[in-house]
């Protein structure tokens, strides 16, 4: 079977397992994972940090990009998926958590700060994944000062309102939040949201 047949079954699998965790019953595809990709630095040793990174769609993007260049971790809730990327990307430090911990995570792997942050999250995890400060909050505290995130959101449901609260969330924690073009050879069609420069949040 080849890796793609296998991350499609494992992704519907664990879409029906837990629908709203995996909110997608497939892994995105190559032309969304380019555009979340671009911020990475072409130079240097960047810090790259990967939220819900399921099967890899976007993990491969940011392997090619890094070129073996500075360092990525992704942060994967489902273990069965977090397993399944380890072994897949055996140069990926894999770290099986919650987002929301993030903080201590980077600290257990001696991150101090991310230069970017590639997210795969669902907009539910915004809103129900963290006990203690707002998710964005959270993830703009470990950003280096020029550090970016990216966060896809599928075009069709943005103006739903968890998909508003989502981007008013980003808008209050960059001081600036630019859209990409939509994406429309991704499954369902997506839209990339750059949130730049984190503001200094109490
Ligand atoms: C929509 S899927 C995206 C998977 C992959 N990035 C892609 O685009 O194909 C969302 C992923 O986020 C993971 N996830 C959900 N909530 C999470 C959380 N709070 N922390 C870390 N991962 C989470 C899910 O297990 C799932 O793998």
């Known amino acids: 079977m080849t ?3 296998t991350d499609g079954s494992l992704f519907l699998r664990e879409f ?7 909110a997608a019953v497939a892994p995105s595809g190559t032309a969304l994972a380019d555009q979340m990709a671009l911020p990475i630095p072409e130079r240097g040793e960047p810090v790259v940090v ?23 971790l992704a942060v994967e809730l489902n273990p069965t998926m977090a397993d399944h990327l380890a072994a897949r990307f055996p140069g990926v430090e894999v770290a099986r958590g919650r987002a929301g911990d993030l ?9 101090d700060r ?11 995890a915004y809103e129900a994944d963290s006990d203690g400060p707002p998710l964005v909050h959270t993830l703009a505290s470990v950003l ?9 959101a599928y075009t069709w449901t ?4 968890p998909a508003r609260r989502l981007l008013h969330g980003l808008r209050a924690g960059f001081e600036e939040v630019v859209s990409g073009r939509t994406v ?13 420069r984190p503001r200094s949040l109490p």
């Open 103 to 111: 903080p201590q995570i980077l600290a257990g792997y001696g991150i």
């Open 158 to 161: 943005r103006w739903a309102p």
């Open 3 to 5: 890796s793609t047949k």
């Open 16 to 22: 029906l397992r837990a629908p709203t965790r995996t």
């Open 144 to 152: 280096t000062a020029q550090g970016v995130l990216t966060q896809f």
């Open 50 to 72: 990967e939220l819900g990174p399921g099967t890899g769609a976007f993990t491969r993007a940011i392997e090619q990009r890094l070129a073996g260049r500075g360092r990525q």
């Open 114 to 124: 991310a230069d970017v942050i590639v997210s795969g999250l669902p907009w539910f």
């Open 184 to 196: 429309w050879a991704n499954l369902p069609p997506a839209t990339v949201y750059f949130a730049r």
